[in-house]
């Protein structure tokens, strides 16, 4: 059984920063994406960011870019999300995910097949 457990969620200020973090534990798997996605109270669950192993490319949704870096310690089995410049508008609760399938369309949540419980991260202004 392929666990992933997040950490790092929190309460900041608007322009604070935050670092979640994605372990996966259990059954050693070969994921081919993992990705951070997040979800508003009484929104949809939304694409953030996803890191693709073989080529080491990394995505991330317009809002987000240039104030969010995801990356992995393969060393660790952990994923991370560095939010900086951080908006109210991206308090949601954050979810890690990942996949073993190839050629996924990473920013979909149903191509995912493993979840974490979520981290609530709250930005104040």
């Known amino acids: 059984q392929v666990q992933l457990v997040e950490s790092g969620g929190g309460l900041v200020q608007a322009g604070g920063s935050l670092r979640l973090s994605c372990a996966d534990s259990?059954?050693?798997?070969?994921?081919?994406?993992m990705g951070w996605f997040r979800q508003a109270p009484g929104k949809e669950r939304e694409f953030v960011s996803a890191i693709i192993r073989t080529s080491g490319n990394t995505h991330y949704t317009d809002s987000v870019k240039g104030r969010f870096t995801i990356s992995r310690d393969n060393a660790k089995n952990t994923m991370y999300l560095q939010m900086n410049s951080l908006k109210p508008e991206d308090t949601a609760v954050y979810y890690c995910a990942a996949s073993p399938r190839y050629y996924i369309d990473y920013g979909m949540p149903k191509e995912y097949d493993y979840w974490g419980q979520g981290t609530q991260v709250t930005v104040s202004s």
């Open positions: 259990g059954r050693t798997f070969s994921w081919y994406a």
